[in-house]
Nanobody, 122 residues
Framework: QVQLVEFGGGAVQPGGSLRLSCTASGSIFSINTMGWYRQVPGKQRELVAS????????TYADSVKGRFTISRDNAKKTVYLQMNSLKPEDTAVYYC???????????????WGQGTQVTVSS
């Protein structure tokens, strides 16, 4: 009943920018930490960035620090990832993740989006 839908992937040249967004919908009581992960074939999915509910705790992978910015709009149940100065090694499928409670009595569970392809190539 909970869905995460991502938008904004695509192809871009090195040095370019993309903005990903992910919106949660369905039977949602509260959303805690939201984040972005990425995965390339043959490798484990890795954390790119995460943001706590009130944005008091923000974490970035070392490989994206200074280039990517994560933010969220709680009223829209949406998390964003602004990606600047993109490099070929940023090419991956990017997945949205969110810890969501469906009612006040239930612990939050992790939900995943379907993934969106980001390709950085000249």
């Amino acid at each position: 009943q909970v869905q995460l839908v991502e938008f904004g992937g695509g192809a871009v040249q090195p040095g370019g920018s993309l903005r990903l967004s992910c919106t949660a919908s369905g039977s949602i009581f509260s959303i805690n930490t939201m984040g972005w992960y990425r995965q390339v074939p043959g490798k484990q999915r890795e954390l790119v960035a995460s943001i706590s509910r009130l944005a008091l705790t923000i974490t970035y992978a070392d490989s994206v620090k200074g280039r990517f910015t994560i933010s969220r709009d709680n009223a829209k149940k949406t998390v964003y990832l602004q990606m600047n100065s993109l490099k070929p090694e940023d090419t991956a499928v990017y997945y949205c993740n969110a810890d969501i409670s469906t009612d006040s009595r239930r612990r939050p569970e992790g939900y995943w989006g379907q993934g969106t392809q980001v390709t950085v190539s000249s």
